[in-house]
């Protein structure tokens, strides 16, 4: 679980904060997840929106904040706390009711989390290869620069998950997405999403009757890989009842609305990779 020291912390204001506060973005996965859980568990907080379009995550005064420049980051009473499993599942612990991580279950409720985390990348891959036009998807070299000269640490030590983000960006602005990769990770999500398949065969939510933290994370997933042009509903026809059950609610809906520029955009982009044949299912066969 990650909870910065005191001293990782160079944006010091926040220390003196008191109650729930959340930096987040909109459109982020890792962001809604995280306001789905807060909404469920009917916590307040303060609302502290850091916007990823604007490259405002690796302003000095964010990086001072979470140093590997990434949202969602949790103030609790002066405490920060960073990587979204670790957030929810520290909320889960703090604010008793309703458990979304079940006791009996926990060992592998936080294997399906690190296994979702991993997938993280791939889902970035897919973002921004099928839904997003280049130009949205291209970090400003002057941001790296800062994520890069920032000496900011974690835990006491120098961050090594600062140089992945870092490559890659880079690479994203050097080759785009490329087709191994597209291929790659639509092959990863297929398998995932076949056992949260299996998983569901003959319960309405992946641990029985109740909602859990699992069904939340897959669930993002299948809206974003949805909105790619991901074939879900052929490839996991079992997912579609618990998928719109899940869409529903409104204390998950509503986090993961798209605004209408954003599907306006999402349009234009996939008429054209449908003109020059290169949607998702066109460049990896899935
Ligand atoms: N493992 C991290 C991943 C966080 C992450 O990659 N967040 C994305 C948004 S979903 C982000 O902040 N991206 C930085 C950027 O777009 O510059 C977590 O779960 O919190």
């Known amino acids: 679980m990650v909870q910065l020291f ?48 604007k490259a405002e995550n690796y302003s000095q005064w964010y990086l001072g904040i979470n140093p590997r420049g990434l949202l969602p980051a949790l103030v609790h009473n002066g405490d920060v706390h960073i990587e979204s499993n670790d957030i929810v599942s520290y909320l889960d612990e703090t604010f008793d009711i309703p458990k979304l991580i079940p006791s009996n279950h926990r060992g592998s409720i936080l294997e399906q989390l690190n296994t979702e985390d991993e997938l993280h990348l791939d889902l970035r891959t897919l973002t921004f290869g099928f839904c997003l036009p280049t130009f949205l998807t291209r970090k400003p070299p002057a941001a790296l620069e800062a994520l890069e000269c920032n000496e900011g640490t974690v835990e006491g030590k120098i961050d090594s998950h600062k140089k992945v983000q870092l490559a890659f960006w880079r690479e994203l602005a050097e080759h785009g997405v490329t087709a191994d990769q597209a291929i790659n990770a639509a092959k990863r999500f297929e398998k995932a999403f076949s056992s949260v398949e299996q998983q569901l065969a003959d319960q309405a939510f992946l641990y029985g009757d109740e909602i859990s933290i699992v069904d939340i994370v897959w669930f993002i997933y299948a809206h974003r890989l949805r909105s790619t042009g991901y074939p879900f509903k052929r490839l996991h026809p079992g997912l579609t009842s618990w998928y719109h059950a899940m869409l529903a609610r409104p204390e998950i809906g509503k986090e993961v609305a798209d605004p209408a520029p954003l599907r306006v955009i999402r349009y234009l982009t996939q008429r054209y990779q449908a003109l020059t044949n290169s949607t998702l299912e066109q460049v990896t066969g899935i």
């Not at 944006?11 to 789905?36: D, Y």
């Open 6 to 53: 005191k001293e990782d912390i160079k944006t010091p204001e926040v220390l003196a904060w008191k109650g729930v506060h959340l930096f987040h973005f909109s459109g982020s996965s890792c962001s809604q997840k995280t306001r789905i859980v807060l909404n469920l568990k009917g916590i307040e907080w303060i609302s502290h929106p850091i916007n990823l379009l």
